[in-house]
């Protein structure tokens, strides 16, 4: 994208921009943050080399964030989003109950390779912004918390499932991420996944 298909069109204060091709422009932005920010790190990136990187120019960034620190915050948000929507049609096509997470887990997974930046935005955002890194985490957990609860009704698990699984779960997640999608990629997602689903339905109790 050249610096001269940027929406010119000025936005609203709120920012959010009311053509498609101010719609493009933010996702080029976003995208453009996702990989600066994921190699240097919030304080060494700059808006500058994120323009760059996006193919915008430099004046018509604030057209869309009011800061560097703006960017960021929508940035934490729209990568939230993401695992949801990636994660989202896998549990939903999964039965409820451990299947679901099983579903659920193995598209984390896979995201997590595609999109490695993801942890070290979130990590910092827990000193930039940490009002976004709370949110994220307990977005996911209520989300986690409902199904649980859903499934429980069913008399797909246990009964008293809620909160606590939920975070424990969410826990579980984040390091197999940390560890089969970001340090390494040796272990198979679907193993991985079914490894973390027998883990649910058995515990670690000897059989």
Known sequence: MSST???ATPAPADKTPRTERGRRTRRALLDAAAAEFGERGFHDASVSGITRRAGVALGSFYTYFNSKDA????????????VRDEV?????????????????????LAFVREHKEIYR?????????????????ATT??????????????????????EVHA????GMNVF?????GVWAEDG?????ADAAADLLCRGLAAR
């Not at 199904?147 to 008399?155: D, F, T």
């Open 176 to 180: 197999l991420g940390l560890r089969y």
């Open 5 to 7: 298909a940027v929406d």
């Open 121 to 137: 935005i979130i990590d910092e955002s827990e000193f930039v912004d940490p009002d976004s890194f709370r949110r994220h985490y």
């Open 188 to 192: 198979d997602v679907e193993v991985v």
């Open 88 to 108: 989202a049609p896998a549990v939903r096509g999964a039965p409820p109950g451990v299947p679901a997470e099983r579903a659920g887990l193995a598209a984390f």
């Open 71 to 82: 960017l960021f915050r929508a940035l934490v948000s729209d990568m939230s989003g993401r």
């Open 167 to 170: 975070w424990a779960i969410m």
């Open 141 to 162: 957990a209520v989300r986690i918390e409902a199904r649980l609860r859903s499934a429980a009704a069913l008399g797909e698990i246990r009964a008293d499932a809620g």
